[in-house]
């Protein structure tokens, strides 16, 4: 039975590397479907790919997945496959991986791929994606290959985490941070509704977002038309976590915010407040 094969990188559109990823992978295994979750990430952001594999994976049909995010590729860094109740992980062992194999419940056995029959013959070292982790992921979603078959067997706790922030809570307040811009401007926080309750933030309590030396009264809603236009807000996304958002206009644009920006969410009423933002 073919699987299909969920493919994640940061090789953007502008060049052939994600056409000819998938040009691989159809010469080894040509009935086995290939899934486009993005190709966009800004480049070497390890962080960015892990959380879109993180929250892609609730979502896409077991199988195979296919990310790359390397920028040590050509190092001594491992390729890895992991072995989930999910499918079957491939990528770069650089910490890529590992939310999303938790996220799926963990692996029971983890590979480093090295066996030679399952790659492509290259010039250089440069493009892992096409001589290496593609045929890897080809030859496991069609049959071809048992994940044994890539190369030997690795401890689990051998390979690399990806070190995410935690919130802190104090009185009246968290304090977390902007993990993640999307297309649209819209700011997701590491902050969980449920790390709102717990120091009495809720909807229907006056909240303010403080950013810098900043702060900023915004109200936690359901949806983006329970505010005006160009109005800011926190919600719960699409993915349950706390998110900034601005009705019909960009967080980001509105409020100093990008990815890794220090946010604090607290009861209260603000003390500065930059106008018009």
Do not use: C
């Not at 997945?65 to 390729?79: H, S």
């Not at 890897?136 to 051998?158: F, R």
């Amino acid at each position: 039975m073919n699987l299909p094969i969920s493919f994640l990188s940061d090789f953007g559109r502008d060049d052939e590397f994600v056409g000819v990823v998938h040009g691989v992978i159809a010469r080894i295994a040509p009935e086995v479907r290939v899934i486009d979750v993005g190709h966009e990430f800004a480049q070497g952001d390890i962080r960015s790919g892990a959380l879109a594999l993180t929250r892609a994976i609730q979502y896409l049909p077991q199988g195979v997945a296919l990310a790359v995010v390397d920028p040590g590729v050509g190092t001594e860094r491992k390729a890895i496959a992991a072995r989930t109740e999910w499918g079957t992980l491939i990528g770069p062992d650089n910490g890529l991986l590992a939310p999303a194999v938790a996220m799926v419940g963990g692996a029971d056995k983890i590979v480093s791929i090295e066996n030679p029959e399952v790659m492509l013959p290259a010039p250089g070292a440069t493009f892992h994606g096409r001589d290496l982790f593609g045929p890897a992921a080809a030859v496991i979603a069609s049959g071809q290959a048992h994940i044994d078959d890539l190369g030997p067997e690795v401890a689990l706790d051998s390979v690399l985490p990806l070190m995410l922030p935690l919130v802190e809570h104090t009185e009246n307040a968290v304090v977390g941070e902007v993990l993640w811009v999307d297309h649209f401007g819209n700011a997701q926080l590491n902050i969980s509704p449920e790390d709102l309750q717990l120091v009495g933030v809720g909807p229907g309590t006056e909240i303010v977002l403080k950013i810098g030396s900043s702060e900023f009264p915004i109200d936690w809603v359901d949806a983006y038309g329970n505010v005006d236009d160009g109005e800011g807000l926190l919600h719960i996304d699409s993915y349950g976590q706390i998110a900034v958002a601005v009705r019909n206009g960009s967080a980001v644009e509105s409020y100093p915010l990008d990815a890794g920006t220090a946010v604090t969410v607290r009861s209260g009423k603000p003390g500065l407040h930059i106008a018009g933002a």
